[in-house]
């Protein structure tokens, strides 16, 4: 039989991740920090909802990574602000031969899996998946979408293709990349405006599109991100078509609640701090000026704090 997949951090999209696998006919390790899912879908399973079918899966959730175990892929989702202690975490407790592929949102969570790992065995990569958590062991595919790999570190090459190739196996559409540095800040540059502005107006992706007084802040907020990425060498496309990709992605997930604002509602901290504060973090480095930036996270850590603080 082949070795299982882990998936660490069963959230949302985590929880959907670790449906569709499970649902393909590999063995899934979820590690949950909630002892109450881990009990739940211990008697349950994990339930998949999609265009009106459900799945149920059986699954092995645990609270950490159990340490004797040969794992084919190690998967990374929680949140940017727990990828530090998810890394302690699995460090130890997996072998440098396992590929460990993050897909989180943000930036400096394939820094702190291979400061705490092997540089060798780090993967990075987005995915367009759309995920919602409805009950502790329930999950709702609000989109299919496809992921986009690579190696963080040119030692860790390969491992690309045979994770891919297994992700493709189980119905996730994946390609690699040999740089996947870009892509991550194209995402990053799409996620800077929608994730902050939906969460501030309690807007569902669509509608940013149907507000023309937050509109203008698309190319003012990705014009930061494009001068920040110039100064790091980072390429991305000009500014007018990163704006287009964020109406794209409007379009395409019109009914989606993004995951920033489904934490503001339930009082969850964000992960704005990985987002537009990383990139007001990342121009004061090289001298760029990112207002917008800074005014939207500030923004949203006044929503969030307010909450989360409570």
């Known amino acids: 039989m082949a070795n299982p997949v882990a998936i660490v951090g069963c959230g949302a999209l985590g929880g959907v991740f670790a449906g569709l696998l499970a649902a393909a006919g590999l063995e899934v390790v979820a590690v949950c920090r909630s002892e109450e899912q881990r009990k739940i879908m211990a008697e349950r399973g994990l339930c998949l909802l999609e265009d009106g079918r459900e799945t149920h899966v059986r699954l092995h959730a645990c609270p950490a990574l159990p340490a004797e175990e040969t794992f084919a892929l190690v998967l990374v989702l929680v949140k940017a602000f727990d990828t530090e202690g998810a890394a302690t975490s699995l460090a130890g407790r997996v072998s440098p031969q396992t590929p460990v592929l993050t897909l ?80 991550l800040w194209k995402k990053l540059a799409v996620n800077a405006v929608i994730n902050p502005l939906t969460a501030i107006t309690r807007a569902p992706n669509g509608e940013l599109l149907e507000r023309p007084e937050v509109e203008p802040l698309f190319s003012v907020v990705v014009e930061e991100v494009w001068r920040v990425a110039a100064r790091h060498k980072i390429p991305l496309p000009t500014p007018p078509e990163l704006v287009e990709e964020v109406r794209r992605v409007c379009r395409v997930t019109a009914a989606n609640r993004s995951s920033m604002l489904r934490d503001i509602e339930e009082g969850r901290r964000t992960e704005i701090d990985s987002i537009n504060g990383a990139v007001v973090r990342l121009g004061y480095e090289r001298g760029v000026l990112t207002p917008a930036n800074l005014a939207l996270a500030a923004l949203v850590q006044a929503l969030s704090s307010r909450k989360w603080n409570s």
């Not at 987005?126 to 299919?144: K, S």
Request: aromatic fraction near 2%.
């Open 104 to 183: 989180q949102n943000g930036l400096g969570n394939a820094e702190a899996l291979a400061a705490r790992l092997k540089p060798e065995q780090v993967l990075a990569g987005v995915t367009t998946f759309g995920a919602q958590r409805e009950a502790p062991d329930t999950v709702r595919l609000t989109g299919r979408g496809e992921c986009i790999i690579g190696a963080w570190h040119r030692t860790a090459e390969r491992h690309a293709r045979p994770v891919a190739d297994l992700l493709n196996r189980a119905g996730v559409p994946c390609t690699v990349t040999h740089n996947i540095v870009p892509v």
